[in-house]
């Protein structure tokens, strides 16, 4: 609800350049859909924070789940983040069922992206400038005057206020198909990121445990004959057994499968063992093997190390 707001400010107001003026009649192409909704996605979340509705630790969870759908796909490999904006007409709105191993998403990718921007800001200026100081910034230049956006003005802006020149790690996050890792600047506010492995097959909840915990690699729904398959990672499991999206598993190792008979039958597996598995594809039946391996450490989680540096970041940066 905080971004439907936000976007009265960010998009309607402060806004690219291609979209003066707007054209309601056709499609709008700009590569800065990164900045108008990952940064609006950023604030969605860290304001349910600052307004006391959630905890710090509880926006880290929020945060986390953002990072684990980035890192259990291979999109933001194959797909930059700009790329993912001028191609939101074609591609981000127009998914097909191999969507999470080709794109990027720029709403949740964006958002990460801003968080670095943020940081870096901060660090670089201690602390007398955040990402705050750089939405006001584009609010007087360009919201107040309608002039529109352009990527080298959010450039130009962040360079001031960091005191020096971070184009090419700027330009570095925008253009590249490599994993975004904020390793660093988290560890500078006292927050450490983990990679976990995901604790049951149909969800994106993590878990340290160091374990066995069986992988699939599949996302699916229930339906009264079967488990329909919503979204298959590739090189996984599934993707390996030929198994593909809209395809409706019905047993598993000679077992009807439900939500619940297939996470048993998966616990009770040992490390490659493998399994029959059967399912419809249209009104075709099919057969084929599953082979059982360990979860990827595809999850992210946050955790507070330290309490005072934490701070650094959680604090609202006074304005001149």
Same mark, same amino acid.
């Given at each position: 609800m905080?971004?439907?707001?936000?976007h009265a400010?960010?998009? %309607?107001?402060i806004?690219?350049?291609?979209?003066?003026?707007?054209?309601?009649?056709q499609?709008?192409?700009?590569?800065?859909?990164?900045?108008?909704?990952?940064i609006t996605s950023?604030?969605d979340?860290f304001?349910?924070? &600052?307004t006391?509705?959630i905890?710090?630790?509880?926006?880290?969870?929020? !945060? *986390?789940k953002?990072?684990t759908r980035?890192?259990r796909?291979v999109?933001?490999l194959?797909?930059?983040?700009t790329?993912?904006?001028?191609d939101?007409?074609t591609?981000f709105?127009?998914?097909?069922p191999?969507?999470v191993?080709?794109?990027?998403?720029?709403?949740?990718?964006?958002?990460?992206i801003?968080?670095?921007?943020? !940081?870096?800001? &901060?660090e670089?200026s201690?602390?007398?400038?955040s990402?705050?100081?750089?939405? &006001?910034?584009?609010?007087?230049?360009f919201?107040?005057t309608?002039v529109?956006?352009s990527e080298?003005d959010?450039?130009?802006i962040?360079?001031l206020?960091c005191?020096?020149?971070?184009?090419?790690?700027f330009?570095?996050h925008?253009y590249?198909?490599?994993r975004i890792d904020?390793t *660093?600047?988290?560890?500078k506010v006292?927050?450490?990121?983990q990679?976990?492995?995901?604790?049951?097959?149909n969800?994106?909840?993590?878990?340290?445990?160091t374990n066995?915990?069986?992988? =699939?690699?599949a996302?699916?729904?229930?339906?009264?004959?079967?488990?329909?398959?919503?979204?298959? !990672?590739?090189?996984?499991?599934?993707a390996?057994?030929?198994?593909?999206?809209n395809?409706?598993?019905?047993a598993?190792?000679?077992v009807k499968?439900t939500e619940q008979?297939?996470?048993?039958i998966?616990?009770h597996?040992a490390e490659?063992?493998?399994?029959n %598995?059967?399912f419809f594809?249209?009104?075709?039946?099919l057969?084929?093997?599953?082979t059982?391996?360990?979860s990827? !450490?595809?999850g992210?989680?946050?955790?507070?190390?330290?309490?005072?540096?934490?701070? =650094?970041w959680q604090?609202?940066?006074?304005?001149?």
């Amino acid at each position: 609800m905080y971004g439907k707001y936000f976007h009265a400010w960010n998009v %309607c107001r402060i806004k690219p350049k291609e979209f003066i003026p707007y054209n309601l009649q056709q499609e709008s192409y700009t590569k800065q859909l990164w900045a108008f909704e990952g940064i609006t996605s950023y604030y969605d979340d860290f304001a349910l924070y &600052r307004t006391g509705i959630i905890t710090f630790e509880e926006y880290l969870t929020i !945060l *986390a789940k953002g990072a684990t759908r980035i890192s259990r796909g291979v999109g933001e490999l194959k797909q930059s983040i700009t790329a993912s904006s001028f191609d939101a007409w074609t591609k981000f709105y127009q998914q097909g069922p191999d969507a999470v191993n080709n794109i990027v998403s720029y709403y949740v990718k964006g958002a990460f992206i801003a968080l670095w921007l943020d !940081l870096t800001i &901060r660090e670089k200026s201690n602390n007398q400038y955040s990402l705050d100081t750089l939405m &006001r910034e584009l609010w007087i230049h360009f919201g107040r005057t309608n002039v529109g956006t352009s990527e080298e003005d959010f450039i130009n802006i962040a360079n001031l206020l960091c005191g020096e020149d971070i184009t090419a790690a700027f330009k570095h996050h925008l253009y590249s198909t490599e994993r975004i890792d904020l390793t *660093a600047e988290l560890a500078k506010v006292g927050v450490e990121l983990q990679k976990h492995k995901f604790k049951k097959l149909n969800s994106v909840e993590t878990t340290s445990a160091t374990n066995f915990h069986a992988y =699939l690699g599949a996302q699916y729904k229930a339906q009264p004959f079967g488990l329909t398959i919503t979204q298959v !990672l590739e090189e996984s499991p599934a993707a390996k057994a030929g198994i593909a999206v809209n395809d409706v598993l019905i047993a598993v190792d000679h077992v009807k499968v439900t939500e619940q008979s297939i996470q048993a039958i998966f616990d009770h597996q040992a490390e490659n063992s493998e399994l029959n %598995c059967h399912f419809f594809r249209d009104d075709q039946l099919l057969k084929s093997t599953i082979t059982i391996i360990d979860s990827p !450490l595809a999850g992210i989680a946050f955790n507070v190390v330290d309490e005072s540096l934490a701070k =650094l970041w959680q604090a609202i940066i006074p304005q001149g």
